[in-house]
């Protein structure tokens, strides 16, 4: 029987947006199982919890198979690599994007050289997207609903950020 191709989507999901969910359902179709890693990332200072995070992004899968979300908080290659995943997966969004994406990709690859990085382009609609720019719209009483889970866009606007 074939190994069971596992992959991993990281990121700190502050919050969780529908380009990310974008990429979870495209990573489904070349994956048996994704793992969505969100980072306790301290250093980014976030606006929601690990738990308020991790459960947003539950919430907005909808039961969807084939895919778990959990919390990490050490080197992205020991997480994959002690969840059996050979695939890091990050959006790719904008040329911008891509030297940072770049960088951490080569050293992850150094890190271990087992795993590999894939860079997947996110829907034209959500390629402009980001967290941050989500809660300053949301700060300023901007509409977010087409950009967020609806729940996500609810907590945001009532919340004085
Ligand atoms: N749709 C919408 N927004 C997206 C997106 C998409 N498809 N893809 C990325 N983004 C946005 C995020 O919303 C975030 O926006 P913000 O900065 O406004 O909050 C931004 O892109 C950056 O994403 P983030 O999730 O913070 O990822 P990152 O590229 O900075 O990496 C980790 C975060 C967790 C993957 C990385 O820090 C890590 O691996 N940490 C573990 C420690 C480690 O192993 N370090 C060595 C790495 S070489």
């Given at each position: ?13 502050d ?32 606006t929601f919890s690990?738990?308020q995070r ?108």
């Amino acid at each position: 029987m074939s190994k069971k191709k596992i992959a991993i989507y990281p990121g700190t999901f502050d919050p969780v947006t529908n380009g990310h969910i974008d990429i979870i359902n495209r990573s489904l179709n070349l994956f048996d199982h994704l793992i969505v890693s969100v980072a306790l990332n301290p250093k980014k200072n976030p606006t929601f919890s690990i738990d308020q995070r991790v459960n947003f992004i539950k919430k907005g899968l909808k039961g969807l198979k084939n895919v778990e979300v959990l919390p990490f908080d050490n080197l992205l290659t020991d997480f994959a690599h002690f969840n059996d995943a050979s695939v890091i997966i990050k959006g790719l969004r904008a040329i911008s994007d891509f030297e940072y994406e770049l960088q951490m990709g080569l050293m992850n690859r150094n890190l271990d050289q087992s795993i590999e990085t894939l860079f997947m382009i996110p829907s034209l609609e959500y390629s402009f997207l980001s967290s941050s720019f989500i809660k300053e719209i949301a700060k300023h009483g901007g509409d977010i609903h087409k950009l967020v889970p609806t729940f996500v866009a609810e907590k945001l606007l009532s919340m004085n950020i």
